[in-house]
């Protein structure tokens, strides 16, 4: 059996910078945006678009700018030529609420 002998060095990891910390975060590529959760709820079924492939099999929150008391999480799939989104609706718990 042949042992490999590495310097300790090869296992230490760099501590990330406090620099790091203060950075935003990556701006989302724009058609990662276009989920059926930013659409309005006004929309007709039949109107709104084919989603795209990009957005297939991921988990998407609603992006609104106002606070509100319930997030809606959404996913789409595609089965063949059919689209199918799950939307979870959850509360949000308040601010200084310590029930369950």
Not at 11 to 26: G, L, S, T
Not at 49 to 74: C, D, K, Q, T, W
Not at 76 to 89: A, D, E, G, N, W
């Amino acid at each position: 059996m042949l042992l490999l002998k590495q310097s300790d060095s090869s296992f230490n990891n760099v501590y990330p910078a406090n620099e790091d910390d203060a950075r935003d975060p990556p701006v989302v590529p724009p058609h990662l945006q276009r989920t059926l959760l930013n659409y309005p709820t006004s929309m007709n079924a039949s109107n709104l678009p084919l989603p795209e492939n990009v957005i297939l099999n991921h988990l998407y929150i609603e992006n609104r700018e106002a606070p509100r008391s319930v997030v809606a999480l959404g996913f789409t799939h595609r089965f063949r030529s059919k689209y199918v989104t799950v939307v979870l609706y959850k509360p949000v718990p308040r601010r200084g609420s310590t029930s369950t």
